[in-house]
């Protein structure tokens, strides 16, 4: 049975960090790519980021590009969201998601992921 656990959501005053994480299981981790999702009270699920397996590439949404880097540990099948400068727009549930592929292309499409963990608490404080 695939699980995604995400941990590390919490309070945090604006220009504060977090380190977000996502423990999975249940599959072979190093064979697919990996996508962070986020939802705001009121508005519809959003991409963040993605991961690929093979070459770890990423791309990530324009409005966390330089503040949120997102990386892998495939020996800990485990994927990271590492998020700076937040803002309170940047309040939301974060979810992490399986890719039905091994390569992250774009940011978003949902479609293209088959599981889902049961997300984690972002508030940024202003």
């Known amino acids: 049975e695939v699980q995604l656990v995400e941990s590390g959501g919490g309070l945090v005053q604006a220009g504060g960090s977090l380190r977000l994480s996502c423990a999975a299981s249940?599959?072979?981790?190093?064979?697919?790519?990996m996508g962070w999702f986020r939802q705001a009270p009121g508005k519809e699920r959003q991409g963040v980021a993605c991961?690929?397996?093979?070459?770890?590439?990423?791309y990530y949404a324009d409005f966390v590009k330089g503040r949120f880097t997102i990386f892998r540990d495939d020996a800990k099948d485990t994927v990271y969201l590492q998020m700076t400068a937040l803002e309170s727009e940047d309040t939301a549930i974060y979810y992490c998601?399986?890719?039905?592929?091994?390569?992250?292309?774009?940011?978003?499409?949902?479609?293209?992921?088959?599981?889902w963990g049961q997300g984690t608490q972002v508030t940024v404080s202003s």
């Open positions: 998601a399986k890719s039905m592929t091994y390569g992250c292309y774009y940011v978003g499409g949902e479609h293209e992921y088959d599981h």
């Open positions: 249940g599959f072979s981790f190093d064979d697919y790519a």
């Open positions: 991961i690929g397996s093979i070459d770890g590439s990423t």
